[in-house]
């Protein structure tokens, strides 16, 4: 007896055979077992179908004239909509599976005819669980990732927001008695409510990655110096140049790793100055992030921190090169470089 908590009841699955009487078969099978099932006899017309309704999971027979099994595995798993819903292959004894393959185009699982009833439900329990499971997880982390936005959002615009309100309050009965004391308040002012909207933006970019995809990496930079700017008591210096149009995942390498360089900043430096220089020189495109706070060793982070472990991650990821370097009482400096003439990772040091 198969066991588990999860009521599939509701389940729509898709069968995607050229054999009418597998799919009967298999049909008839799920069916009992109170499933919605959809069946289909060509790789086409399963996409259509997974396409049209979204699917809990897909059966799949291996091989079919035209758009064979493979084939149809591989274009779900190109559909971002598509790719997470469980494909479970079909062979038969004769048309043996070739499972690397199978689980390379991302199957998950597969079942070979003559059908075993139990064992049919079984697999097709188990993964259906699985893929709740993950799907509840997702959720989790979506749920998590907004409540650091609203945090965020509270943190930081309504705090510079409340600053700037009692900044202008004080200005409001000090301004009559003396004239002189306008002008920096005034400048503390402007900086803070700048500093607001540069943090709307970045947050605004968080809720809507196509934003950020099309934002140029100047602009980009531009918000995470004027939150800098705000939140700490640095000088913030940022010179940028004119590059050429990236990549999407080596544009969002570029702002993460320059979003974490920042971050760790406010956090931990104490910097009195701040250099932030994206060029464009003949051995690439190169950020560079200097502070002149109070440093650190590297070998003494402690394993549990990711901020900087993510930036080398996706600085590997592109191919490029992270140098970080940093001395106790000597400040920190964080320099990346990315050649998109080789692609890839520039030999020399730099
Ligand atoms: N710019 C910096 N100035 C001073 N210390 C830093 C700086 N960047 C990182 N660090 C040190 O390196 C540690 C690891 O950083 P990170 O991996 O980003 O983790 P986290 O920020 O979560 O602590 C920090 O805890 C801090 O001690
Ligand atoms: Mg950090």
Same mark, same amino acid.
């Given at each position: 007896?198969?066991?588990?908590?999860?009521?599939?009841?509701?389940?729509?699955?898709?069968?995607?055979?050229?054999?009418?009487?597998?799919? #009967?078969?298999?049909?008839?099978?799920?069916?009992?077992?109170?499933?919605?099932?959809?069946?289909?006899?060509?790789?086409?017309?399963?996409?259509?179908?997974?396409?049209?309704?979204?699917?809990?999971?897909?059966?799949?027979?291996?091989?079919?004239?035209?758009?064979?099994?493979?084939?149809?595995?591989?274009?779900?798993?190109?559909?971002?909509?598509?790719?997470?819903?469980?494909?479970?292959?079909?062979?038969?004894?004769?048309?043996?599976?070739?499972?690397?393959?199978?689980?390379?185009?991302?199957?998950?699982?597969?079942?070979?005819?003559?059908?075993?009833? *139990?064992?049919?439900?079984?697999?097709?329990?188990?993964?259906?669980?699985?893929?709740?499971?993950?799907? #509840? +997880?997702? #959720?989790?982390?979506?749920?998590?990732?907004?409540?650091?936005? /609203?945090?965020?959002?509270?943190?930081?615009?309504?705090?510079?927001?409340?600053?700037?309100?009692?900044? /202008?309050?004080?200005?409001?009965?000090?301004?009559?008695?003396?004239?002189?004391?306008?002008?920096?308040?005034?400048?503390?002012?402007?900086?803070?409510?700048?500093?607001?909207?540069?943090?709307?933006?970045?947050?605004?970019?968080?809720?809507?990655?196509?934003?950020?995809?099309?934002?140029?990496?100047?602009?980009?930079?531009?918000?995470?110096?004027?939150?800098?700017?705000?939140?700490?008591? +640095?000088?913030?210096?940022?010179?940028?140049?004119?590059?050429?149009?990236?990549?999407?995942?080596?544009?969002?390498?570029?702002?993460?790793?320059?979003?974490?360089?920042?971050?760790?900043?406010?956090?931990?430096?104490?910097?009195?100055?701040?250099?932030?220089?994206?060029?464009?020189? +003949?051995?690439?495109?190169?950020?560079?992030?200097?502070?002149?706070?109070?440093?650190?060793?590297?070998?003494?982070?402690?394993?549990?921190?990711?901020?900087?472990?993510?930036?080398?991650?996706?600085? *590997?990821?592109?191919?490029?090169?992270?140098?970080?370097?940093?001395?106790?009482?000597?400040?920190?400096?964080?320099?990346?470089?990315?050649?998109?003439?080789?692609?890839?990772?520039?030999?020399?040091?730099?």
């Amino acid at each position: 007896m198969y066991h588990n908590t999860i009521d599939h009841e509701h389940s729509d699955i898709l069968i995607i055979d050229d054999t009418p009487a597998n799919l #009967q078969l298999l049909s008839s099978i799920l069916k009992d077992r109170g499933y919605e099932v959809r069946a289909v006899v060509s790789g086409e017309m399963g996409l259509i179908a997974a396409r049209t309704v979204m699917p809990d999971l897909i059966l799949l027979d291996v091989k079919m004239p035209e758009m064979d099994g493979y084939e149809v595995c591989k274009e779900l798993k190109d559909d971002a909509k598509l790719r997470d819903i469980p494909v479970i292959f079909i062979s038969s004894l004769e048309e043996t599976l070739d499972k690397v393959k199978a689980f390379h185009v991302g199957g998950v699982d597969y079942i070979t005819k003559p059908f075993q009833v *139990e064992e049919v439900i079984a697999r097709v329990e188990t993964q259906l669980t699985l893929y709740n499971v993950y799907r #509840q +997880a997702q #959720q989790a982390a979506t749920q998590r990732e907004r409540e650091r936005l /609203a945090r965020d959002l509270h943190d930081a615009v309504s705090q510079t927001l409340f600053s700037v309100s009692m900044e /202008a309050e004080t200005l409001l009965y000090q301004h009559q008695d003396n004239p002189r004391i306008i002008e920096p308040s005034l400048r503390h002012i402007y900086k803070l409510s700048q500093a607001a909207l540069a943090e709307m933006r970045l947050l605004f970019f968080e809720l809507r990655s196509e934003a950020l995809a099309k934002t140029k990496l100047n602009d980009l930079l531009t918000h995470l110096a004027h939150k800098l700017g705000a939140r700490t008591n +640095a000088n913030v210096s940022l010179n940028t140049e004119e590059i050429p149009p990236l990549a999407p995942q080596v544009h969002t390498a570029y702002y993460r790793i320059a979003q974490e360089a920042l971050n760790n900043i406010i956090t931990h430096a104490e910097a009195t100055d701040v250099r932030i220089d994206l060029t464009h020189g +003949a051995d690439g495109i190169k950020l560079l992030i200097e502070d002149n706070g109070k440093g650190f060793c590297l070998n003494d982070v402690p394993a549990d921190r990711f901020g900087l472990l993510n930036m080398r991650e996706r600085a *590997e990821i592109i191919n490029a090169n992270l140098q970080i370097d940093s001395m106790p009482g000597r400040g920190t400096v964080i320099a990346l470089l990315w050649n998109p003439s080789n692609g890839g990772r520039p030999n020399a040091d730099y």
